[in-house]
């Protein structure tokens, strides 16, 4: 009976430690894609001169993951809203939950929802490229603490685990 | 028990228009629209200004739909409530509206039109575009199908069209009247002779084309060239659609009456307005004096706002050198009695 509470402690520490890593590495997918995503909206602005509904529906189709559900649901929402600002300040809101994002990263793709498609072609597409430059920097800044954090709390929780049993005994 | 159903009253454009506008001025001029006995022509906004509508004179709204001579009692259009329209009737995608800007005016799903006004932004002294636009003039497209009809009878001779110019000082009825014209002899409504037409539509507002398809109707056989130059839309027309009458809207420089003139020897037929008081003022253009001249113009109507828009002064018979025997008529009188255009 011990043995099985010890080895629920370490496992149960273990797993904390894993999923805790496994959000760094998510954090960093979910700002890759919407790098991707954003050069995607940037071409569909720029180029296509697609609609703006259409342009991220359009963005949606060459993604996937909740990034991709994020650009439909803006897309919807805009239909809906007929407000580019609004739509993209509700769709942030509704996928605080479901993506893996941290206070900053929200902060930043929200500077977006003060100019998207209220303004010309030539300062739409700096305003996506500025903010793709800004989520640039955050992937950049994250993946070397990623590389050092993912491998430490990996690790970390069946440490702890060990170090609670070994104490508690 | 059988019921003959009710003829419907035909919604006010102006509900249909009110999606185009924000939510705080939407209320404002749906209450007026609820209100007025007469129907909304345009509705202006102003940024920092009373909210306005034309609607048989101009009228300041107040928040609750009602109209007022003092502005301090008016609605005042901010910001938000400008460009909260703007982005309605851009769909958020004001980035798609570049050669709107640069010509002033959108033009909107129903055929309504906005025009642009506010800080411009010019390269070399030419206009690149509305660089920032603090008013903005919704017009609402009316069509008024049968409105023509009484004059039809006098623009065929031989069992052809003849060529055709209507003239009218502003808001007299031109546009409408010609869009009548148009669906008309494309439709076939008199005895049968259904024409083929070609329509150079140069500010989108006969046919009011939202991505190049006619929101309002201008007939089964008319091809219309959207947001195109009369003059080279005209010989365009020509050379690839094939058409019985080529018809253009406030027809006035020199370019324009030389592309008409061309058609006098190439079998089409023409149908054509034009700003002129009456046939005095129109022979002192030189342009279309020429045109006249020529005879490239076999009947000219004449519209003024005497006894409201769309009132027939006369059918002046280039041919014989005088008007025809029809008197004076208001078209709008046998549409829609007592209602403004």
Redesign the interface.
Known sequence: MKLFGALLVIFGFGAGGLILANAYRERLAHLKQFIRGLNLLAVEVGYAMNPLETALRRVAQNLNGPVADFFAAAARQLAVLNNAGEAWQRTLKDFQGKLTLTETDWACLAELSALLGVTDQANQIRAIRENVARLEAVVQESQEKVKVNERVLRYAGFILGMILVLVLY | MWQIAQPTKVPDPGYRALEFLAPGIRQVVAGFINGSRQRVQEIRLRLNRPLMAEADGSWMLRPDGGVTVHAARAWFVGETDL??T???M???????M?EE?RRGFITLPGGHRAGLAGECLVRDGRLL?IKSVTSINLRLAREMPGIARRLLPFLWSNGRFCRTLVISPPKAGKTTVLRDLIRAISNGEIAGHRCKVGLVDERSEVAGCFHGVPQLDVGVQTDVLDGCPKAEGILLLLRTMSPDVVAVDELGSYEEAEALRDLLHAGVSVLATAHADNLEDLRKRPSLFRLLADGGIQRVVVLSRRLGPGTVEGIWDETAGSFLPVGSFCLSSQIEPGNSW
């Open positions: 460009m909260g703007l982005e309605r851009t769909a958020s995608s004001l980035y798609t570049e800007l575009r």
